[in-house]
């Protein structure tokens, strides 16, 4: 053996996966390979303001003015709340809280539409008894009613756990990834010093700009949230009256959100939403609250609103775990979960989110 290959074995670092980003889908992506004993790397360049860093963490099962049922809810459901409860137990968090939201019609038409939803016998909207109960703290004309149950995942608890445990563990490059440094083998790759068997990208809005996958049809979603002070308002539930006040983890302070904004020229968050949601707590809370912070984060959302799962179908050793969009808490443990099976006892993706149904634009990558 010459000096220059004995250095360069002992250097390198031989990998099953190496995972781009620690979000959500980073996440539960290395909490499911570590369950199969396999070794992995995660990369995370830590950017502020991820959609997983600012999210609310709920797990809504209906969704818009219409109060559809959400996708794939009904086996959702049961999924998260043992895969959050299970990492929880790990890392001895709470990980997950059932909060149900309590739902404040701003219109008469509103009030109809959910009345008109429960004749139908949908599921997860109830009537709310006691229609006085919430007087002392919130303005509502046209009454309330209850969406239940609604879970929340504490991601603010969740990504700083598991990421220390990475650390822990060496798992965890705390660095950007640059795509200059990549080699692509049929059977493996190279980045670095790194070796591994396949790359896995969970870069979220990077996405878009990933050589791989940039033909994907994501479609960015903007959203902004305040952060808020309400001494005084129990946090035992969600509330929602157009927009959500949600209780976050620590003592007295609540989330409240979000916009959801297909066109946009920045990331920044706006003075607009500010002054608006501003003044719609004034109108809507009867009690004091102090403004104390004002994010704003990209979704990675895609435009037929499924993700994007799987293998690159002319690159083999490059998958993808993106696409999480408006729904990444409930999304991302279960396909997370779905591609680690698919890997390792090549059961297949589900076919709606299975990255190969776009190989004819995959094919142009
Ligand atoms: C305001 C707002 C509220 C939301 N509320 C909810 C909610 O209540 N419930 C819900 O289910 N979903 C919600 N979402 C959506 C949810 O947050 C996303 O679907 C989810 O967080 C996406 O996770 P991800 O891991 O795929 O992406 P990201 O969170 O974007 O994570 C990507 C990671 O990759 C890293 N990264 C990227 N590029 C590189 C690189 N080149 N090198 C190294 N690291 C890199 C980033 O630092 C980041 O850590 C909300 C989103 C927003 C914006």
């Given amino acids: 053996m010459t000096t220059e290959f004995i250095a360069l074995y002992f250097c390198n ?5 190496l995972i781009i980003g620690q979000g959500l889908s980073g996440t539960w992506l290395s909490w499911y390979l570590q369950k199969e004993n396999r070794s992995f790397l995660v990369i995370d360049n830590n950017q502020g303001n991820t959609p997983s860093k600012i999210a609310a963490g709920i797990i809504n099962p209906v969704t818009g003015r219409r109060i559809v049922t959400t996708w794939m809810i009904d086996e959702l459901l049961p999924f998260t709340w043992h895969a959050y409860s299970e990492i929880g137990h790990a890392l ?3 990980a997950i809280s059932q909060k149900n939201i309590i739902d404040f019609f701003p219109t008469a038409q509103m009030l109809d539409a959910f009345r008109k939803r429960i004749e139908e016998g949908a599921d997860y909207i109830h009537s709310y008894p006691e229609q006085n109960h919430f007087n002392h703290l919130f303005n509502y004309d046209f009454g309330c009613g209850e969406i239940r149950p609604v879970y929340t995942a504490h991601t603010e608890i969740i990504l700083p756990a598991w990421r220390t445990q ?13 795509f ?11 980045y670095k010093e790194i070796t591994a068997d396949k ?17 994907l049809p994501f479609a960015p979603n903007k959203g902004e949230v305040l952060i808020a002070e309400i001494p005084g308002l129990p946090d035992h539930t ?8 949600a209780p976050l983890a620590e003592k007295n302070l609540f989330w409240i959100g979000s916009s ?30 102090k403004i104390t912070d004002h994010k704003a984060g990209i979704r990675p959302a895609t435009l037929e609103r499924r993700p994007f799962v799987g293998f690159h179908p002319f690159h083999k050793s490059v998958g993808i775990l993106n696409g999480m969009g408006t729904k990444g808490c409930s ?35």
């Avoid at 969600?238 to 006040?245: M, Q, R, S, T, V």
């Avoid at 946009?264 to 009690?287: A, G, M, N, V, Y």
């Avoid at 779905?338 to 090549?346: A, E, M, N, T, Y």
């Fill in 13 to 17: 670092m031989y990998i099953d996966y």
């Fill in 92 to 94: 001895d968090i709470t």
């Fill in 166 to 178: 990475l650390r822990k563990s060496g798992s965890l490059s705390e660095e950007n990834f640059e």
């Fill in 180 to 190: 200059n440094q990549l080699v692509i083998k049929e059977d493996k790759i190279h």
């Fill in 199 to 215: 790359i896995i990208f969970c870069d979220g809005a990077s996405g878009f700009d990933n050589p791989y996958f940039r033909l």
């Fill in 238 to 245: 969600i509330y929602k009256k157009g927009i959500l006040l």
């Fill in 260 to 289: 959801y904004e297909w066109d946009f020229t920045d990331i920044q968050p706006t003075k607009k939403f500010r002054d608006t949601t501003e003044q719609i707590l004034k109108s809507w809370l009867k009690i004091p609250f």
């Fill in 331 to 365: 999304l991302a443990p279960y396909f997370a979960k779905q591609l680690v099976d698919h890997l390792l006892h090549q059961s297949p993706v589900l076919p709606e989110a299975d990255v190969n149904r776009f190989h004819k634009i995959l094919a142009r990558s």
